[in-house]
C-alpha cells in the first residue's frame, strides 16, 4: 500500500486517516485523467498528420491516362471532393487508403454495402440541395432572418397542406424540411461576406445564377468512385453515375471550371456553414497538371 500512501500524500491525504479504497483512488483517478488526455492528444495529432500529408501529397493525377477529353472531364467533376480526401481526380480510381475509404462511406455517408450505397447515389442523383435552394433563397432573401423562418415555415406548410398524406406524416416531413431549409439560410446569412471576400459569389444574385449543383454533382461523382473502390459498385454501374453526375453539371449552364468550383464552394456553403476550400479550387484552377486545366470546361 505504500506506493498508493505516496500518491495520497501528494493530493494532501493522511493515509494513516484515508480509507484504502480512497487511497486507491488517488492514484486511478488521476492515471485515468493522464490516459485519457494522452489519447485524446494522440487522435488530434493522427488528425492533424493526415491532413498535412493530404495538402503536402498535391494534386494525384494520372497523366497518361487512355480517358477521352470528355470522360476526363467527367471524372474531374469530382476534383473538389477527391483533391480534399487525397484521392486521384482525373481518373475513376481513387485509390484511397483503406482506412480514410471506410470512414467516408460508412462515418459520413451511413454507407455498408450494396444496398446503402445505392440508395445514396440514387438520392444524390435527385439534386437534392439544389432542389431546395429556391426555397432557402427566398428565405434567405428576406429583410431580416425572423422574416425569412416565416417565409420558409409558411411555403413549407401550404406545400405539405394540399398533400394527401396523412397529417401525422405531413407534419414530420414538414418540420424536417423546414429546419434544413432554415438552417441552410443560416449558413449563408453568416457567411455571405466570406463568400465574397473569397471571389465566390459578388452579389445575392450570384446564388441563384450558381446554384449549387456543382455541389450535388461533385458528391455524386465521388460516392461513386468510393463505392467502387470499396466494391459495393461494378466500374460499369460506377460509370453510370459519373456520367449522370457530368449530365447534372453540364446542364446547369456553367461557363468555365471557375463557375462549376463556386457553384460546388457555395453548395458546401450552405451545407456545412463553411468552405474552407477556396486554395483547393484555385490549385485544380491553376496546376498544369490539374484537368481542370487540361481540359477546358467548354472543348
Not at 429546419?179 to 443560416?186: D, L
Amino acid at each position: 500500500m505504500e506506493f498508493f500512501d505516496y500518491f495520497a500524500r501528494l493530493q494532501g491525504f493522511d493515509p494513516e486517516q484515508t480509507p484504502v479504497f480512497l487511497r486507491i483512488m488517488t492514484f486511478v483517478v488521476p492515471l485515468f485523467i493522464i490516459i485519457f488526455f494522452t489519447c485524446w492528444i494522440i487522435v488530434k495529432v493522427r488528425k492533424l498528420i493526415k491532413t498535412i500529408r493530404h495538402v503536402t501529397r498535391g494534386i494525384r493525377v494520372k497523366e497518361n491516362s487512355a480517358l477521352t477529353p470528355d470522360e476526363a472531364r467527367a471524372v474531374a467533376v469530382g476534383a473538389l471532393y477527391a483533391y480534399q480526401q487525397g484521392g486521384y481526380i482525373d481518373v475513376p480510381d481513387l485509390d484511397l487508403d483503406k482506412s480514410r475509404l471506410d470512414t467516408i462511406l460508412s462515418e459520413w455517408w451511413d454507407i455498408t454495402d450494396r444496398e446503402s450505397a445505392m440508395d445514396t447515389l440514387d438520392y444524390l442523383s435527385e439534386a437534392p440541395s439544389q432542389s431546395l435552394l429556391p426555397l432557402v433563397y427566398s428565405g434567405f432573401s428576406a429583410q431580416d432572418a425572423d422574416r425569412g423562418v416565416r417565409i420558409i415555415t409558411d411555403t413549407v406548410n401550404g406545400m405539405f397542406e394540399a398533400s394527401n398524406l396523412p397529417e401525422k406524416d405531413k407534419k414530420v416531413r414538414a418540420n424536417g424540411l423546414i429546419v434544413r431549409a432554415c438552417e441552410y439560410m443560416s449558413n449563408l446569412r453568416s457567411q455571405f461576406n466570406v463568400l465574397k471576400a473569397d471571389g465566390i459569389i459578388s452579389s445575392e444574385s450570384d446564388i441563384l445564377r450558381l446554384g449549387v449543383v456543382a455541389w450535388d454533382a461533385g458528391r455524386l461523382n465521388f460516392v461513386a468512385r468510393a463505392a467502387m473502390q470499396k466494391g459495393y459498385l461494378t466500374p460499369e454501374e460506377s460509370q453510370e453515375y459519373i456520367g449522370l453526375a457530368y449530365g447534372m453539371a453540364k446542364g446547369a449552364g456553367f461557363r468555365s471550371w471557375r463557375d462549376f468550383a463556386d457553384s460546388y464552394m457555395l453548395g458546401r456553403t450552405m451545407w456545412n456553414g463553411q468552405s474552407n476550400m477556396a486554395g483547393l479550387a484555385q490549385d485544380l484552377l491553376e496546376n498544369p497538371s490539374s484537368p481542370w486545366v487540361r481540359f477546358p470546361w467548354q472543348p
